[in-house]
Nanobody, 115 residues
Framework: VQLVETGGGLVQPGGSLRLSCATS????????MGWARQEPGKGFEWVCGVYMNGSAYCEDSVKGRFTISRDNTKNTVYLQMNSLKPEDTATYYC??????????WGQGTQVTVSS
């Protein structure tokens, strides 16, 4: 099983980034996929999730700025992040959850929002 995040980097406040998570080794279309983030010394914070049918949801602090989507033909989930703020700085992790509560996580990609 592999979940490989790409697309992180340094961006100025107000800028945009698009994270991608390419997966393999499990039945992607049967999993709820999501993104979580973690700042140094803090716990994980759930960001956005997308169901198998494409229905999506995000936590309040990113709602209207972040959009999650999935491509079941490419086994890939995306996170489009717009209007980035310094408080969005964190390591972002892709994750997948099956109906039987099997969980997979990626290694993370760093996002830094700073001028």
């Amino acid at each position: 099983v592999q979940l490989v995040e790409t697309g992180g980097g340094l961006v100025q406040p107000g800028g945009s980034l698009r994270l991608s998570c390419a997966t393999s080794g499990f039945t992607f279309s049967s999993y709820v996929m999501g993104w979580a983030r973690q700042e140094p010394g803090k716990g994980f914070e759930w960001v956005c999730g997308v169901y198998m049918n494409g229905s999506a949801y995000c936590e309040d602090s990113v709602k209207g700025r972040f959009t999650i989507s999935r491509d079941n033909t490419k086994n890939t989930v995306y996170l489009q992040m717009n209007s980035l703020k310094p408080e969005d700085t964190a390591t972002y992790y892709c994750n997948g959850a099956s109906p039987s509560r099997r969980y997979y996580w990626g290694q993370g990609t760093q996002v830094t929002v700073s001028s």
